[in-house]
């Protein structure tokens, strides 16, 4: 008798890895309709699912989902990918088709973090069918991502801003602006340097004014160009002229904060402050008045199975407790119905919140700390609260193995969109394997 045919998309290891990936696998195989979304995606970047700089819309959705699980840089997923059966029967790879890091990043790379929202509504209805997930109870905490930058110090963003500005003008000679101008990074640099290990603010003071001087001439430098090559033809000169367009207003602001803080003394608010030439979006986040963070605040709720129900990047630093509220209005939107029971964090907590949840239908509302609360506002009795303080600490261990385990620690791709489209992708992942164990037991 034949031995039954054994398709390449089988052969998944018997180890637990390969279990898992096994049963993500079988998940995304119910929901075909789902690449319909990252086949949008990539016409939208202009990115063709054949050839050599292509891969299909099936691949790339679980390429992705294998770089987040598996916590792989674009090299080590294409080292993967060729060398082991597991991956490859997972990532649906064409038969004898190894495509390459630069490859995967641009298919990977081409999803919104829209997208990735829907395939995650789609993840929790599926959960809320095999009754793994009702959303009727609910805790809700926040926590950071850090933004792929250094440490911010006056200093090295002003260093940052002049070897920008001379690569920016030696590209310019070569598009033929020839302007006079003169390499003043390597003296910037110094005085960074010199700044960086100075003692005492009048040696600081000088040292900032002879960095600030040397930036605002490699800035006028630049302007030049930029008037030589207003009239340049060619897709060259219209690239270099958006990034003069881009960079010019950042370096001016950085020029002006440090005035403001160093030279005046004044105490700049953080929302006025730039941290990164490279990564503007970054925010200022402080965590217990005394942990400064620099990326996004990210607000989310977890329910009774652990998966991630709902997650908003914020813009700035709001205080927690204006944000219970919207976060549990979008709960309701995204289940239709208020969760019975609900837990967060005592910064959430304010009397306001208190009197909205329940009118908006939350029966046991429960904060870790009381912040002027008493208990029988709150919950029925002192042991619901205990049930329901303790249950709100289970979230911290799921943030926890977001971080260790998914990459949400730090964001390692660049620009707001792919910031948002990292951490979503990184909740995706999560949600799944999650999914997948739950549904296996």
């Not at 995304?28 to 050599?52: C, N, Y």
């Not at 709720?301 to 509220?325: K, Q, Y």
């Not at 907590?349 to 429960?366: F, I, P, Q, W, Y």
């Not at 992708?425 to 799944?432: D, H, I, P």
Request: net charge positive; glycine share 6%; charged share 25%.
């Amino acid at each position: 008798m034949d031995a039954p045919h054994i398709s390449i998309f089988d052969l998944f290891a018997e180890h637990e890895i390969g279990r898992e990936l096994k049963a993500m696998s079988r998940w995304l195989d119910e929901h075909r309709d789902l690449l319909a979304l990252v086949a949008g995606d990539l016409r939208r970047h202009g990115v063709k699912e054949t050839g050599r700089q292509g891969l299909p819309a099936e691949a790339v959705l679980r390429c992705a989902l294998l770089k987040q699980h598996r916590q792989l840089s674009y090299e080590e997923l294409a080292f993967h990918l060729e060398d082991f059966a597991s991956f490859r029967a997972f990532a649906r790879l064409p038969w004898g088709w190894s495509p390459k890091k630069s490859v995967l990043h641009k298919t990977i790379s081409a999803l919104r973090a829209e997208s990735w929202e829907e395939i995650n509504r789609t993840l929790l209805a599926s959960a809320r069918q095999d009754k793994l997930e009702s959303g009727n109870m609910v805790r809700v905490d926040s926590t950071v991502t850090a933004a792929l930058i250094h440490e911010p110090s006056d200093s090295a963003l002003l260093w940052d801003a002049v070897r920008v500005m001379v690569r920016l003008l030696q590209q310019a000679d070569a598009l033929g602006s020839a302007i006079q101008w003169h390499d003043h990074s390597r003296v910037a640099k110094k005085r960074a340097w010199t700044i960086q290990y100075s003692r005492g603010r009048p040696k600081r003071i000088k040292r900032y004014r002879e960095l600030l001087r040397i930036t605002r001439n490699t800035l006028d430098y630049l302007k030049q160009a930029a008037e030589k090559l207003s009239l340049a033809a060619g897709p060259a000169g219209e690239v270099w002229q958006a990034m003069v367009r881009h960079y010019r207003p950042l370096i001016e602001q950085i020029i002006a904060q440090t005035e403001r803080r160093v030279l005046a003394g004044e105490a700049v608010p953080a929302c006025d402050k730039l941290v990164s030439l490279f990564e503007p979006h970054a925010d200022i986040i402080v965590k217990a008045s005394r942990d400064v963070h620099y990326g996004h605040k990210l607000n989310l709720t977890t329910g009774r199975s652990g998966m991630i129900l709902d997650l908003v990047i914020e813009a700035g630093n709001p205080a927690d407790s204006e944000r219970f509220l919207p976060m549990l209005q979008r709960h309701i939107g995204i289940w239709g119905q208020a969760p019975r029971q609900a837990a967060a964090d005592g910064g959430f907590a304010s009397r306001e919140n208190l009197h909205r949840a329940k009118h908006l239908g939350v029966c046991d509302m429960a904060f870790h700390k009381k912040s002027g609360l008493k208990v029988e506002d709150m919950v029925k009795s002192r042991w619901v609260y205990r049930k329901l303080r303790n249950f709100r600490a289970g979230i911290e261990a799921g943030i926890s193995c977001l971080k260790r385990t998914y990459g949400l620690a730090r964001c390692t791709w660049r620009g707001l969109d792919h910031f948002k489209t990292y951490v979503w992708s990184s909740v995706v992942a999560y949600n799944l394997a999650l999914f997948a164990r739950l549904r296996s037991t």
